[in-house]
């Protein structure tokens, strides 16, 4: 999502700084995600921060991957809220990550940040799901405890966010589709929630430029839907006419297979953005068979480009 982020508000003119553990280019700047240092030199004068750092989520959850999904999230939102906090000049707006996860798995009705049903206790789901929803809490908690009496503060509920970026999701579900394995997972009831790139930026403006925002705030597309429905939308973008079902006990031998966890693909995740659709946010793709199409035709292409407006950022 950085390389999104970078690749779009680059484009728009706008100076972009990276913190990140392994600079490279002349526009990154070190930092271990959990101390303080020079880089804070670059959140100092900034107009704004986003902070995306955290351990990648597809893995498997052994209690080492949890402990580290857990601490690169929780400590580095931490330093980034001192960093602010000690600022002479501090960022008007600081967008924090977050994740749709925090909601419960539900079927039953969608989940806006009004009325949504924080997950962690649910029954009938594996105990250790509540782990995702814990890491959620404490990482947005660690946003709201902090000391930034100047800068507004966002927290960025989003969902899977698609893009035809290699090694992405949009690009690994297409993986299996092109199999023939985009079929119905354990019975495909479970709901996908998702969000096209060029939107995800266009709401990262949006959120950048409303003054009037600030809190959690869902950063998902209105039309969620039942995994089956997703995916046969899918094979349809890519022209893949079948997708072999696979059973929840299929699903654990790929995802141990891909080094992920089912998780990821059994939970019901019904999120919809009640709070920007509020402000007058207007999606351009509001339906998962239009982005699919799009995004295939930018991954044949070869093309990754989105567009957008906004100031500089980190993270
Ligand atoms: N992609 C999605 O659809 C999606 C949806 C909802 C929420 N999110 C959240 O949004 C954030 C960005 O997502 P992404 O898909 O772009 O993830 P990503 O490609 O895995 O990037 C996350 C970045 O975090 C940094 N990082 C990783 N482990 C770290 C650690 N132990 N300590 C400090 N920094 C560490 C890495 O930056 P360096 O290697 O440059 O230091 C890495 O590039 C993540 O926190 C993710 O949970 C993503």
Same mark, same amino acid.
């Given at each position: 999502?950085?390389?999104?982020?970078?690749?779009?508000?680059?484009?728009?003119?706008?100076?972009?700084?990276?913190?990140?553990?392994?600079?490279?280019?002349?526009?990154?700047?070190?930092?271990?995600?959990?101390?303080?240092?020079?880089?804070?030199?670059?959140?100092?004068?900034?107009?704004?921060?986003?902070?995306?750092?955290?351990?990648?989520?597809?893995?498997?959850?052994?209690?080492?991957?949890?402990?580290?999904?857990?601490?690169?999230?929780?400590?580095?939102?931490?330093?980034? %809220?001192?960093?602010?906090?000690?600022?002479?000049?501090?960022?008007?707006?600081?967008?924090?990550?977050?994740?749709?996860?925090?909601?419960?798995?539900?079927?039953?009705?969608?989940?806006?940040?009004?009325?949504?049903?924080?997950?962690?206790?649910?029954?009938?789901?594996?105990?250790?799901?509540?782990?995702?929803?814990?890491?959620?809490?404490?990482?947005?908690?660690?946003?709201?405890?902090?000391?930034?009496?100047?800068?507004?503060?966002?927290?960025?509920?989003?969902?899977?966010?698609?893009?035809?970026?290699?090694? %992405?999701?949009?690009?690994?579900?297409?993986?299996?589709?092109?199999?023939?394995?985009?079929?119905?997972?354990?019975?495909?009831?479970?709901?996908?929630?998702?969000?096209?790139?060029?939107?995800?930026?266009?709401?990262?403006?949006?959120?950048?430029?409303?003054?009037?925002?600030?809190?959690?705030?869902?950063?998902?597309?209105?039309?969620?839907?039942?995994?089956?429905?997703?995916?046969?939308?899918?094979?349809?973008?890519?022209?893949?006419?079948?997708?072999?079902?696979?059973?929840?006990?299929?699903?654990?031998?790929?995802?141990?297979?891909?080094?992920?966890?089912?998780?990821?693909?059994?939970?019901?995740?019904?999120?919809?953005?009640?709070?920007?659709?509020?402000?007058?946010?207007?999606?351009?793709?509001?339906?998962?068979?239009?982005?699919?199409?799009?995004?295939?035709?930018?991954?044949?292409?070869?093309?990754?480009?989105?567009? %957008?407006?906004?100031?500089?950022?980190?993270?």
């Amino acid at each position: 999502m950085g390389t999104v982020l970078n690749r779009a508000l680059t484009a728009a003119g706008h100076e972009v700084v990276v913190l990140t553990r392994r600079p490279v280019g002349p526009d990154e700047v070190h930092w271990d995600g959990r101390s303080p240092g020079p880089w804070t030199g670059a959140i100092d004068g900034s107009d704004v921060v986003i902070n995306l750092a955290g351990r990648s989520v597809s893995c498997r959850y052994t209690p080492a991957n949890l402990r580290v999904m857990m601490d690169s999230r929780v400590l580095s939102t931490r330093v980034v %809220g001192e960093a602010i906090g000690a600022a002479a000049r501090p960022p008007r707006v600081w967008l924090q990550m977050s994740t749709a996860t925090v909601y419960a798995h539900r079927f039953d009705a969608p989940n806006d940040e009004a009325a949504g049903v924080i997950g962690g206790t649910e029954p009938a789901v594996p105990g250790y799901w509540s782990y995702s929803v814990d890491i959620a809490k404490a990482w947005e908690r660690e946003q709201e405890r902090a000391a930034a009496p100047h800068t507004r503060k966002v927290a960025l509920r989003s969902a899977m966010v698609m893009s035809p970026d290699r090694g %992405g999701v949009f690009d690994v579900l297409s993986w299996l589709a092109r199999l023939g394995l985009g079929g119905p997972v354990a019975g495909g009831a479970q709901y996908v929630s998702w969000i096209h790139d060029h939107d995800f930026v266009r709401a990262v403006e949006f959120l950048v430029d409303r003054d009037d925002l600030a809190g959690p705030v869902n950063l998902a597309a209105p039309e969620p839907l039942p995994q089956r429905a997703f995916m046969r939308a899918l094979r349809t973008a890519w022209r893949v006419p079948v997708g072999l079902p696979a059973t929840r006990w299929m699903a654990e031998v790929g995802a141990l297979a891909l080094r992920s966890d089912t998780e990821l693909l059994l939970k019901s995740r019904r999120v919809v953005p009640g709070r920007l659709l509020e402000a007058g946010f207007a999606f351009t793709y509001p339906r998962w068979p239009e982005a699919a199409r799009d995004l295939a035709r930018r991954r044949r292409g070869g093309r990754r480009g989105t567009s %957008g407006p906004v100031r500089a950022s980190t993270g």
